[in-house]
């Protein structure tokens, strides 16, 4: 809770630390009476006719192109006329800022790099602006206001970014567990499924082994079932099945038995000697 007022009082402080510094760093006034166009530049700034300040200002440079004070009011000019406007007021007070120009002029420059990248959000190269500013101004309190404020935003900055970052580490590794768990998850569905269509082929294999037994049971069931038709074929075939044939049977064993006696009779009957036949 302390910290969230400290952050909002350090905000506030500093809207109001930007416009002490807005109207410190009011345009460079060593040439008001010794040239023209400077002199109407820096009329036209203070009506915030912002344009015209800009357009004499330009003028200014063209004839004094050895005098980087008409940069930094050029810049200054640049930066209040409109946002698309701040990376132009960024050069022209970079050129102010060069080595050659006088102290104050350097200082007033580096002040205002440090307000515009402070608009940027680019923190650490406002800092490193206002510092530069106080090596040439020691004394300027609204300059170490600046650069106390900044500093605050710089560290609310980085707490924020460690915070996003934490966030997104935390996310990047609760992304890559529910990668695992997917992968996991499929693995153990791969792993079912292959289980079940080793099961199947299982079943199936021991299904066709089942059908091969049961068609060689059959087989041997039906081979056996042959064996006995034939069997009991040959049987009837050996044994009379009725009466009738039994009589012929009887009656053909008769007759072969009469026709064996008639024909040993007769052998006999062609062995006796011809002289010992008696006469009846």
Not at 70 to 84: C, I, K, S, T
Not at 96 to 105: H, I, N, P, T
Not at 164 to 179: A, F, G, S, T, V
Not at 184 to 208: A, I, L, N, T
Request: net charge negative; with cysteine; aromatic share 6%.
């Amino acid at each position: 809770m302390r910290t969230s007022i400290a952050r909002l009082y350090f905000s506030l402080l500093f809207s109001v630390a930007v416009l002490l510094i807005g109207e410190a760093a009011c345009a460079f006034e060593l040439f008001r009476s010794r040239n023209g166009d400077v002199a109407d530049g820096n009329e036209y700034l203070a009506q915030k006719k912002y344009a015209d300040a800009l357009e004499s200002y330009d003028d200014a440079a063209r004839s004094l192109p050895g005098r980087n004070e008409v940069h930094l009011n050029r810049g200054l000019a640049l930066m209040r006329m409109a946002a698309d406007k701040l990376d132009q007021a960024m050069q022209a007070l970079k050129l102010a800022s060069e080595a050659g120009s006088e102290d104050l002029v350097r200082a007033r420059a580096f002040s205002n790099l440090g307000n515009a990248f402070f608009r940027k959000e680019d923190y650490k190269a406002a800092i490193e602006n206002y510092k530069r500013s106080l090596l040439l101004s020691p004394g300027n309190r609204d300059v170490a206001w600046n650069l106390e404020v900044a500093s605050q935003k710089q560290k609310e900055k980085e707490e924020q970014e460690k915070e996003e970052q934490d966030q997104q580490n935390q996310q990047d590794k609760q992304d890559k567990q529910d990668q695992q768990d997917q992968q996991d998850q499929q693995d153990q569905q791969d792993q079912q499924d292959q289980k079940d269509k080793q099961d199947k082929k299982d079943q199936e294999d021991q299904k066709d082994k089942q059908d091969k037994k049961d068609q060689e049971d059959q087989k041997d069931k039906q081979d056996k079932k042959d064996q006995k038709d034939k069997q009991d074929q040959q049987k009837q075939q050996q044994q009379p099945k009725t009466r009738q044939e039994v009589e012929q049977l009887l009656d053909t064993l008769d007759e072969n038995q009469e026709n064996l006696i008639k024909n040993q009779a007769r052998q006999r009957g062609a062995m006796v000697p011809v002289g010992k036949m008696k006469d009846w």
